[in-house]
Nanobody, 117 residues
Framework: QVQLVESGGGLVQPGGSLRLSCAASQNIFGIYTMAWHRQAPGKQRELVAS???????NYADSVKGRFTISRDSAKNTVYLQMNSLKPEDAAVYFC???????????WGRGTQVTVSS
């Protein structure tokens, strides 16, 4: 079972940047998909960004061009660089891992991102 611990959330003004980090309890080299999901109050969880073992990335339309996901297998860490943040990006961000294409996601506990002036 993969344990995931997020960090880097906080309060930022609109237009600002944050970098989220996710430390995994095991080597992520063999984990098929690492991803970030988010959930805002009153809304369903949504996939924000994902990166496969082969380096293929996928982004929600709402964050394309502003967010960048990356994985560092040497550090067992996944990052989410978030630029040009908007108030609608405010949410709890969860690091997730899917060991194989057909398995369920493992979830971290989340980190709060607040975008407000």
């Amino acid at each position: 079972q993969v344990q995931l611990v997020e960090s880097g959330g906080g309060l930022v003004q609109p237009g600002g940047s944050l970098r989220l980090s996710c430390a995994a309890s095991q080597n992520i080299f063999g984990i098929y998909t690492m991803a970030w999901h988010r959930q805002a109050p009153g809304k369903q969880r949504e996939l924000v960004a994902s990166v496969t073992i082969g380096g293929v990335t996928n982004y929600a339309d709402s964050v394309k061009g502003r967010f960048t996901i990356s994985r560092d297998s040497a550090k067992n860490t996944v990052y989410l660089q978030m630029n040009s943040l908007k108030p609608e990006d405010a949410a709890v961000y969860f690091c997730t891992a899917r060991p194989t294409p057909s398995s369920s996601y493992y979830w971290g506990r989340g980190t709060q991102v607040t975008v407000s002036s």
